[in-house]
């Protein structure tokens, strides 16, 4: 079984900033994609930001220049830091690794989610 655990969620106010981070544990082989999700109460959830194995990044026109996704490939950790935050980040964020595990079997493993809320 994979596992993923977030933390670093909280209430700050808008302009400051936070840092998310996801460790995955469990017999994983790779992790292919990392993706950071987010879901706003009576919204669909979006997905924020990805990066690869090879380290390309994409992320949400809303949140460009502002967050910066990044991995630890040796800790199997993604990041997320949130610079900038306005109160529309608010959300409940979740990390999605796409991965392979030592029986090669393809995964989408997801973490519990963890609350940010920025307030005006």
């Known amino acids: 079984q994979v596992q993923l655990v977030e933390s670093g969620g909280g209430l700050v106010q808008a302009g400051e900033s936070l840092r998310l981070s996801c460790a995955a544990s469990g017999n994983i082989l790779v992790i292919e994609v990392w993706g950071w999700y987010r879901q706003a109460p009576g919204k669909e959830r979006e997905l924020v930001a990805t990066?690869?194995?090879?380290?390309?990044?994409n992320l949400v026109d809303s949140v460009k220049g502002r967050f910066t996704i990044s991995r630890d490939n040796a800790r199997n950790t993604v990041y997320l830091q949130m610079n900038s935050l306005k109160p529309e980040d608010t959300a409940v964020y979740y990390c999605?690794?796409?991965?392979?595990?030592?029986?090669?079997?393809?995964?989408?493993?997801w973490g519990q989610g963890t609350q940010v809320t920025v307030s005006s």
């Open positions: 999605n690794a796409e991965l392979r595990n030592t029986n090669l079997l393809p995964i989408s493993a």
């Open positions: 990066i690869s194995s090879g380290g390309s990044t």
